[in-house]
């Protein structure tokens, strides 16, 4: 299988990654400071990046006894200062109201003083820390889901992971928290890792259990088309941050505040690979284009990035043909008779010249006299034949065009389903955010799929994609 | 038909399986160092599965059969692994501190580990039931590192880790039980020494792991021609 080989250089594995880019570019106290969630906050809020803002810590147990756990706001996040992997974070929603230091978790299920006193000794205790070394606690404001991510997420909130090297990001990835992940958006226990198109920031594709999937789990909803919001911010904090941590192979983590907007969450200095299953291509091709790049400026950085890790998602080519990307299966929105807006699903037809709509849909669309007049007439008289067809509508035409409202034209159309009068009427409607006017032909599509198909004379402003 | 280093050790006191099992050391830790760099099978590093082998290895010797030792040992391994799942999901409810919790791990798992013994002999598997303390002890301190992975990675992480544990330990005791080996090892117990080199080639190794291919098999299958080059 030499293809596969050859595939696979470029896919980074775990010795390459520790041997050529951990051990070289991320020396021990940068890595130090990886592990050391508060300093590493501190360092980068130095820097000019926003963190969740520090509420108060507990470093031992005496700290716990004397701690005050009133004085803590309505929601918080407890979080182990050397966790990994979102292990041994609490995250309180609010408090529970008449009842003193009560609060509740996103489930609902109810954390009282003592639950938080057992969380924390167990932090202390170093459960939740590398090597199980003794820990410290800390309280750091909540970050607000967005509404965008919203049905996307299980309980938590996602983050969007960039891999930066030699300043320039060179992949990422949104990370959904899932049922199956516990609300963690560790992509080890079930969360969802879904690619991102470096230069739009629009999702590609996704994968849980480093399996492709398409939808969120248990709901028809895509992973892939997600307009990552604050992206050029994202991709800047991500080089930023590399930069302040000193850390040469970084994986940063950025959430995005509903309010505050992009929030940085936390350095990695060992950054797992799952994100070359979640983007469909290997780091190691990507770090290899970056190597030995000197590259100035932040915003530069950004542009490299864009340009050469880009580009795969449609807008790109949308906007050097100016011609919108379809599939062969699109959304049109009509207006009906009481002006309102519908959508249906339409077929997209290159084998046919113009388009047809179904009778019931014509209907609803306000060509109901048309299709009863139509009816009407007795078509006996015309005898379908090949090379009939411009006559037939010729004479046609002359004698009952002005007796159909909203006519504009008939056509033969001959088929191998037999051959039929269809008329034609003008209409408009919208396709991928364009409003098309057309001629189309009205034919009763009742006992086929989708009830208009989309022939070559109204696509010409688009291209169709057919893997969409 | 020994090398004259062995026959020194041996005459200056130290027991021939001593020696040899010292000298086999090196060869079963290169082994496991292959799986984790080269196959991509990571068990619990390196020492767990070193030891197991050990196990495995006196289990056999107190048996005499090479058979018997992989057998017993494998019954020890999957009852410890067994009781500790079971007891790590009821333990998981109390909500226990972490050493207070491995030691009432140990405790449950030591007593199981008593009653199957006594079971073996009621069965009349005198063999297994007078397996020593030694190979039992260490076979019940894997509990510890089995409890760590459950808490830090979750259950489903903890039990392949076990499972690739002993598959590994297994691969290993039979190697070194091999008798063509062994007798190859004590006539060269200098050979011992080309696994320095091999685990410096296997350090220097920056090649994807054999299970990488197949959990990146998704971006082989689905490589666009344009990464082609």
């Known amino acids: 299988m030499p293809s596969l080989l050859t595939k696979s250089r470029n896919i980074l594995g775990m010795n390459a990654r520790n041997l050529k880019y951990i051990r070289p570019y991320n020396l021990k106290p940068a890595k130090r400071l990886a592990d050391d969630k508060m300093r590493s906050k501190r360092v980068l809020r130095k820097g000019g990046i926003s963190v969740p803002k520090l509420i108060s810590k507990i470093r031992s147990r005496g700290e716990l006894d004397d701690f005050d756990f009133s004085s803590l706001p309505n929601s918080f996040a407890l979080k182990p200062n050397y966790g990994f992997g979102g292990e041994g974070i609490m995250i309180v929603y609010g408090r529970k109201k008449n009842v003193s230091n009560t609060w509740i978790k996103a489930d609902r299920s109810v954390v009282t003083e003592d639950d938080l006193k057992t969380h924390v000794r167990n ?17 750091e404001e909540r970050i607000q889901l967005l509404k965008l991510f919203k049905p996307y997420t299980f309980k938590g909130i996602p983050d969007i992971r960039v891999i930066v090297f030699n300043k320039i990001p060179v992949m990422a990835m949104l990370r959904l928290p899932t049922e199956a992940s516990g609300g963690t958006s560790n ?11 470096m230069a739009t920031g629009v999702t590609t594709s996704a994968v849980q259990y480093n399996r492709v999937i398409e939808y969120v789990p248990k709901k028809r909803l895509l992973l892939s088309g997600i307009k990552i919001p604050f992206w050029q911010d994202i991709l800047k904090l991500a080089v930023k941050a590399q930069d302040v941590s000193g850390l040469g192979y970084l994986g940063a983590d950025i959430a995005i505040d509903r309010e505050r907007g992009p929030v940085f969450m936390e350095i990695n200095a060992r950054p797992g690979l799952a994100i070359q299953n979640a983007n ?6 990507r770090l290899k284009r970056v190597e030995g790049l000197k590259v100035k400026t932040i915003t530069r950085a950004v542009a490299i990035a864009q340009s050469l890790f880009g580009g795969e998602i449609e807008e790109g080519i949308e906007e050097i043909s100016g011609k919108k990307i379809i599939s062969a299966v699109e959304k049109i929105k009509f207006i009906d008779r009481n002006k309102k807006e519908f959508e249906i699903e339409a077929k997209i037809d290159t084998g046919a010249y113009s388009t047809s709509i179904d009778t019931e849909l014509a209907k609803r669309i306000g060509f109901e006299k048309t299709i009863d007049d ?3 007439i007795d078509l006996s008289e015309y005898e379908f034949v090949p090379g009939s067809g411009e006559r037939i509508e010729a004479d046609f035409m002359e004698k009952y065009g002005k007796k159909i409202k909203k006519l504009e034209n008939i056509v033969v159309v001959f088929s191998s389903s037999g051959s039929s009068l269809r008329p034609i009427v003008k209409t408009a409607f919208i396709m991928d955010k364009e409003r098309v006017v057309s ?16 022939g070559r004379k109204d696509l010409k402003r688009f291209l169709i994609e057919v893997s969409k | 038909m020994y090398d004259g280093f062995v026959e020194f050790a041996v005459s200056q006191g130290v027991p021939l399986s001593t020696v040899t099992l010292t000298l086999m050391l090196p060869i079963v830790v290169t082994i496991i160092a292959f799986f984790r760099q080269v196959v991509g099978i990571k068990a619990f590093g390196i020492y767990t599965p070193a030891l197991v082998t050990f196990a495995f290895l006196a289990i056999g010797l107190e048996a005499d059969s090479i058979l018997k030792g992989a057998q017993y040992g494998f019954t020890i391994f999957v009852t410890v692994i067994a009781v500790g799942t079971l007891v790590g999901i009821v333990l998981k409810k109390f909500r226990l501190l972490y050493l207070p919790r491995v030691a009432i791990m140990i405790t449950i798992v030591s007593l199981s580990t008593l009653a199957m013994l006594i079971a073996g002999g009621l069965l009349q598997r005198t063999g297994l039931a007078s397996v020593s303390i030694f190979p039992i002890l260490i076979m019940i301190t894997l509990v510890e590192k089995f409890v760590s992975t459950q808490i830090e990675k979750g259950a489903r992480t903890a039990v392949v880790l076990s499972t690739e544990t002993l598959i590994i330990s297994l691969i290993c005791y039979f190697s070194v039980s091999w008798s063509v080996l062994v007798a190859f090892i004590q006539t060269y117990p200098w ?11 296997l350090g220097k190794w920056t090649g994807l792991r054999l299970s990488e291919y197949f959990r990146f098999k998704e971006i082989t299958k689905y490589a666009e021609p344009s990464h082609k080059k």
């Open chain 2, 191 to 201: 050979i011992v020494l080309f696994t320095i080199i091999i685990n410096i080639v």
């Open chain 1, 374 to 376: 139509f009816d009407q």
């Open chain 1, 187 to 197: 992509v080890h226990n079930g969360g969802i890792a879904v690619g991102i198109d």
């Open chain 1, 280 to 285: 469909q291509d290997g780091l190691l091709g």
């Open chain 1, 123 to 139: 932090i202390l205790d170093g459960s939740f820390s590398r090597m199980n070394i003794p820990d410290f606690a800390f309280f």
């Open chain 1, 439 to 454: 001629k189309v032909n009205i034919v009763d599509r009742g006992d086929l799929k989708y009830p208009m198909i989309i």
